[in-house]
Structure formats: structure tokens, C-alpha cells
């Protein structure tokens, strides 16, 4: 009798173990919600409007679920192209009409109302 009881208990205990480690790795596939990156400030516009916003920073979001941000140094019907690069370093980028799904124009940053405090 006491054999048949130490084989219960082990298994019992094998079959507890087991369960946990089945858990543990149920918990680690669950996938977790992403957050979504801060969006920049501006006004979404249309595409035809940015034939007068050559010069200004935009935000193009894509049907490709990228986003490109750069200033408009060129607009036609069928591209857009931004300056995505620095002042060092221009890079030109261009974005084919049909892949662009919002556009938005950034507003520019006041530059009096940095955190900075004045004397």
C-alpha cells in the first residue's frame, strides 16, 4: 500500500510541474498589445492641396504602413517628393500617389515657447 500511495504522490506531483510549465509558456506566446507611435501635430490635408505647400514639413503615411516625413520640394499628379535628409546630407525621396493613404502638414514649432525659463 505505501508504494501504490509514493506512486500517486509522484505522479501527482510530475502532472503539477508539468501544468505549470504548460502555463509558463502560454503566458509567454501571448502576444502584447503594441502602442501606437505619438503622432505629430499638423492638419491633414488633401493631394492636390500641397501644390501650394511646396517648402513645408510634412507627414506621409503610406499604404505600404510606413510613414515618411520630410519637407515637399516637389509636387506633381503622379509623385511627391520629400527632402528626408539633413541639412549636411539632402536626401530625396519620392512617393508615388497611389501609396500614399493621409497626409499631414506639420505645423512648425513656436520658437519662443521652449521649456527653457528667461531672467
Known amino acids: ?43 491633414v490635408v488633401e493631394y492636390a492641396e500641397l501644390e501650394s505647400r511646396v517648402g513645408q514639413t510634412v507627414s506621409i503615411d503610406t499604404t505600404f504602413k510606413t510613414t515618411r516625413t520630410g519637407k515637399l520640394v516637389k509636387f506633381t499628379q503622379p509623385t511627391l517628393t520629400l527632402d528626408t535628409g539633413t541639412a549636411e546630407h539632402p536626401v530625396e525621396f519620392t512617393v508615388p500617389k497611389e ?21
Request: no cysteine; proline share 8%; net charge positive.
Open 1 to 43: 500500500m505505501k508504494k501504490a500511495s509514493f506512486v500517486s504522490l509522484a505522479l501527482g506531483v510530475m502532472l503539477a510541474i508539468a501544468g505549470g510549465f504548460a502555463s509558463q509558456a502560454q503566458a509567454r506566446k501571448a502576444p502584447k498589445p503594441q502602442a501606437e507611435p505619438a503622432r505629430p501635430a499638423g492638419q
Open 99 to 119: 501609396t500614399i493613404k493621409t497626409i499631414t502638414v506639420l505645423t512648425p514649432a513656436d520658437a519662443g515657447t521652449s521649456g527653457a525659463k528667461k531672467n
